[in-house]
């Protein structure tokens, strides 16, 4: 081997460890109290924004681009809390 391509004699480098245990695949893994905050603060989030975008058009104003943006934006911030909270990943759901 030439001498630039390892350093101080060394033959090859070392290999991985196997008995390395694998990172968990879920974020939120088993958590069933981590799973209800964080779905909960999103879908309560998505409400907030929600009122916010309500509020201009509770006032009589044509709805504005931005104020279907935010509309859309709620519903999906919402909806994001929800499929947390349930967790469908990994589990087998019936066909209708």
């Known amino acids: 081997t030439p ?6 004699g060394m033959s090859r ?4 460890r196997q008995d390395a245990a694998p990172p968990s695949k879920l ?3 088993s958590c069933w109290s981590c799973r209800i905050l964080s779905g ?8 907030w924004v929600y009122l916010g ?5 509770s006032r009589g104003y044509a709805p504005s681009p ?5 509309l859309t934006f709620a519903v999906s ?3 994001w809390g929800i499929v ?11 066909l209708l």
């Open 13 to 16: 480098p070392p290999e991985p």
């Open 3 to 8: 001498s630039w391509a390892c350093p101080a």
């Open 66 to 70: 931005w104020n279907i943006v935010q």
């Open 84 to 94: 947390i909270i349930v967790d469908p990943v990994g589990k087998k759901l019936p």
């Open 40 to 47: 909960s603060a999103l879908v309560g989030a998505g409400f």
């Open 27 to 29: 974020p939120f893994g």
């Open 53 to 57: 975008a309500r509020r201009v058009l």
């Open 77 to 79: 911030l919402a909806c």
